[in-house]
């Protein structure tokens, strides 16, 4: 059966959803489900995604969304399609940017306004210590003492995933839940389920719907879900292929060393077309860097 609505999983997807200035009640909406009411957003601006360290040495970081709420909070928003080493420590890294750019020129006290980077994650951790946590969705992190105290409270990691979420529709409890549930389930959608009743859901799904976009529109988003098929195919396959791998551990060594190259190779060639067709559609190096894992080097080799 033909999609009705985009992929919220792929960039053009998630950008036209949540990253335009028209969306901005979406965005509103569903940062507010995630934050304690305390903290409730009434306005966003949007900032810069492409920002640039300090010096032209400095590495440069994309994010997916940026934006600043009214008391000068600053927000990042990213889809993260597959596992990607070092993931938690590009997170941190991230964070590093909206901090540093608060600095003011001449005497400064140092006074900080909140930061939260929330990850929206395709796929799961797999360093958790406890039953529990394996199959949670939302992870909320802060910096804490070795009593499990607050420490500082303005630097907060929020993590939502996704295949951890399995809730039906007559389950739905919070605002959050209803997100989720439409984040994880738009694009097998071919109407619009009862529970989604109000205004901004409303205008999730008309936004949402291919019908409305143009031609150009159109071919940006099969490019982008292109992209994000022949990358799920990749990691898909490395899952597949490792659990295989698992079951050959009996055969003589050099020939499970010999079937793993292949496999790997296999793997990295795969990733090196998802770069390609990513630079075709005039994605930047860093992006694709993001995309596929694969190094600056390889990438411009390409």
Known sequence: MKAKYVNPFTDFGFKKIFGEEASKPLLIDFLNALLPPEDKIYQLNFRNTEQTGLSEYDRRAIFDIYCENEKGEKFIVELQKAKQNFFKDRTIYYATFPIREQAEKGEWNYELKSVYCIGILDFTFDDYETEPEKHEVLHTIKLKNQHGKVFYDKLTFIYLEMPNFKLAEQELASRLDKWLYFIKNLEDFQQIPSIFSDEVFNQAFEKAELAKLGQSEMDKYESSLKIYRDLKGVMDTAFDEGKLEGKLEGLVEGKLEGLAEG???????????????AKQMGLSTEEIVKLTGLSNQEIEKL
């Open 263 to 277: 496999k790997l190779e296999g793997i990295v060639e795969a990733l090196k077309t998802t770069a390609r067709n």
